[in-house]
């Protein structure tokens, strides 16, 4: 395993010692993890982005309806 040093603001510093200390980790652990899963989020996201792109270059796009319906679900889960 290879190691980086960050130097972060006193709060966030603060904070993620906090929140490890409370999960019974220690910060790097709890960093390494948060880490993993920016980056495996942010590659799923570029991933989705490049078929959408790939769709529209093709001429694939959602119709009024589609979205009008994607918009209801949404609003509606975000409601509660």
Do not use: C
């Not at 390494?32 to 980056?39: G, P, S």
């Not at 078929?51 to 694939?60: F, I, N, P, S, T």
């Amino acid at each position: 395993m290879s190691g980086i040093s960050l130097n972060l603001p006193e709060d966030l510093s603060n904070s993620l010692a906090d929140l490890a200390k409370t999960n019974g980790q220690s910060a790097s652990y709890l960093a390494m993890d948060v880490l993993r899963d920016y980056i495996e989020h942010e590659k799923a996201l570029t991933t989705q982005i490049e078929l959408a792109v790939k769709e529209a270059d093709q001429g694939k796009f959602a119709t009024d309806e589609q979205v009008a319906a994607m918009r209801a679900r949404r609003w509606s889960q975000n409601a509660g």
